[in-house]
């Protein structure tokens, strides 16, 4: 079969998909935001002639370009020819590329065949990949799993973790081989949003410019140098560039404000910010279609975040799960990357507002609930949950699975996991979350959900240092009537949140975190002494086992054994109404080696004083 032959059957296999596409609607060029000056982002996509081509590869298996054109009401399959260096230039739409003469004529076909039906499938919303090399070894074909993914300011610091990110998730989309040359196991996914943290340390500087323009200056050229320096290191097109220094020159126009006005209120302090969010995603958006995967950049506000009016410290909305399922279904391409901010949101009436702690975890479940998505993942800078803190327990290990309350109570306490609150919308929607290591994306971190592990015995160990220990007793006999209702009306009158509770008909012992203020301490304790004998106690810790209290009694011997051969003098228990922890408030200078000891007895297999289980002494090491 002759050269025009090859040709000519490839092209009508091409034309058929495309008016197939056209009568159902399911390809269409996709409008980006202002990044792009209201151009659209055309996706192009070419039948490999052979299988060296060192063209890039889209995640569907087809080379593609990248090419912005005005908007036009062209919609198709578009073809065109490859740079080595990946470069877009403009071409006819009608711009065609021979076959290699080096393949047969069934060969050629089959190939083209090939390729249309993978992106056929690829444009379901549930896609699968064809039995090709996409495909697991023993398995005929492979869905991917739709995810949200979220990274935080430490997975951004700067361009060279930027660009890490950008490839982390380009491989994710569709697997890289093994060292081998052997077909990757991993599950590919199909991000329907990535949220982005600030920068690095940007959101603190935002914070310090602030304060610093309340003293009359105002000084942005950090921030200028982190963002334009990395648009620059990427050489992303100017448009990205004007867009990320329009949003500095603004911040600076408004610290210039709060620097003429002397005033910073919570309202002023979420808009100031923002920006930082705001800036990360353009350029994430940017830096992803440089490397040909289709993305574009969103505020929270235009994909449906929406929250009540507490600046600083906002909650979504409940309609908020509808309105983002509803932006996304009617303006966003499941096939294009959403790349959003975390941590902000917009309230009824339009103003920026902040999430509060955990805010940009919050933005990637609220959005994974909305999406009905398989997995959030959430991606930091440690290999999941880990048993205890590694900066303390050199030994200390990923947890592969935990549940919700597991992971309630670790935050609680001190370690560094999703905050409860963000955790709640993928609890609802029974949506578990991967906890993964940006810095090892092999490592196959934490999953959360609604079960977690229940045959291990301790789950982690963690811990809250500098708290406070005040025990109130009752000055009345047994049987006071009302004692606990007068203690807690104080703890409300002074605003004193409690950590840790134990109590009796005539006493109470409770933590106050270090968050509290003396003066607060001090007028709550006068109080209280007007009914009740009070004693406080400084320099304590909190030691909190999460474990299954099935087998409390096991663990409890193992601990108080180890604390009796250790000397650890424990002052107060309790354990928590989820039925998933056990706390221990002891001495904070015996916190350390309290902890060190535990995790050899529950962790590392090396127990100096014999694990109990069952009732029975397993070894004594």
């Known amino acids: 079969m002759t050269n025009e032959k090859l040709t000519s059957t490839a092209a ?20 980006l935001n202002r990044l792009t000056n209201q151009r659209s982002l055309i996706v192009k996509y070419d039948v490999p002639s052979s299988s060296s081509s060192s063209s890039v590869v889209s995640p569907l298996g087809l080379q593609r370009r990248i090419v912005y054109e005005k908007e036009s009401n062209q919609t198709g399959l578009f073809m065109s020819e490859d740079d080595d260096d990946g470069e877009a230039n403009e071409i006819d739409n009608d711009g065609e590329e021979t076959a290699s003469t080096e393949q047969s004529s069934s060969d050629v076909e089959a190939d083209a065949a090939a390729q249309i039906s993978s992106y056929k499938s690829s444009l379901n919303p549930r896609r699968s990949f064809s039995s090709s090399s996409s495909s697991r070894p023993g398995s005929s074909a492979i869905t991917p799993l739709d995810v949200t993914m979220k990274f935080g300011g430490s997975s951004l610091a700067n ?26 196991d991993e599950i590919p996914v199909r991000p329907r949003a990535v949220i982005c943290s600030a920068m690095g340390k940007t ?6 410019a602030g304060e610093m323009a309340l003293e009359g200056r105002v000084d942005v050229e950090a921030l200028r140098t982190l963002h334009l320096g990395t648009c620059r290191d990427f050489d992303l097109p100017e448009r990205t560039r004007e867009d990320v220094e329009k949003l500095l020159d603004e911040c600076e126009d408004m610290l210039n404000g709060v620097r003429l006005i002397q005033e910073l209120s919570p309202k002023s302090l979420d808009q100031l910010v923002s920006y930082g969010e705001r800036c990360s995603v353009r350029i994430m958006a940017a830096r992803l279609n440089q490397i040909g995967v289709p993305a574009q950049a969103f505020d929270a506000w235009d994909v449906g975040v929406v929250t009540d009016d507490n600046y600083g410290d906002a909650k979504l909305l409940p309609s908020c799960i509808e309105s983002i399922r509803g932006r996304f279904s009617s303006r966003i391409d499941p096939n294009v990357v959403a790349v959003v901010t975390g941590f902000i949101g917009h309230n009824t009436k339009g103003r920026i507002t902040t999430l509060g702690r955990g805010g940009s975890d919050l933005t990637a479940t609220a959005i994974g609930a909305a999406l009905k998505v398989d997995e959030v993942q959430v991606w930091k800078d440690v290999d999941g949950i880990l048993t205890a803190d590694p900066r303390l327990v050199k030994n200390a290990v990923p947890v592969s699975k935990v549940s919700y309350d597991e992971a309630s109570e670790l935050a609680y306490f001190g370690a560094q996991v999703l905050h409860p609150i963000a955790m709640q919308p993928a609890l609802k929607a029974n949506i578990p979350v991967r906890v993964k290591n940006s810095y090892n994306p092999s490592a196959p971190g934490s999953v959360i959900d609604k079960i977690g592990n229940p045959e ?29 209702g007068a203690v807690f009306a104080d703890f409300e009158k002074h605003k004193c949140s409690v950590d840790v509770l134990a109590s009796s008909e005539v006493s109470v012992s409770v933590t106050l975190d270090k968050k509290q203020h003396e003066e607060d301490i001090t007028e709550l304790c006068n109080d209280l002494s007007k009914f009740a004998e009070v004693e406080l106690h400084r320099d304590r810790a909190i030691l909190t086992l999460i474990a299954d209290v099935k087998r409390s009694s096991d663990v409890l011997a193992t ?10 003098q424990v002052e107060m228990m309790s354990q928590g109404a989820s039925k998933v922890n056990i706390s221990f408030i002891v001495r904070e200078d015996q916190i350390d080696d309290a902890i060190l000891n535990l995790h050899s007895c529950f962790f590392e297999g090396s127990c100096d004083v014999g694990m109990i289980e069952g009732g029975e002494l397993l070894a004594d090491k």
Do not use: W
């Open 12 to 31: 009508v296999l091409l034309l058929a998909l495309s008016a197939s596409l056209t009568t159902i609607g399911a390809f269409s060029p996709t409008p």
């Open 159 to 184: 361009s060279e973790r930027v660009d890490r990110v950008a490839h982390l998730i380009q491989d994710r989309i569709r697997p890289p081989p093994n060292e081998d040359g052997t077909p990757s």
């Open 203 to 208: 959101t603190n500087s935002l914070l310090s």
């Open 456 to 484: 291990r015995m301790v789950t982690a160990i963690t811990c809250k240092r500098n708290v406070k220990l005040l025990d109130i007793h009752s000055l009345n006999m047994l049987g006071a009537y009302g004692f606990l």
């Open 559 to 568: 601990v108080f054994r180890s604390f009796s051969a250790h000397g650890v």
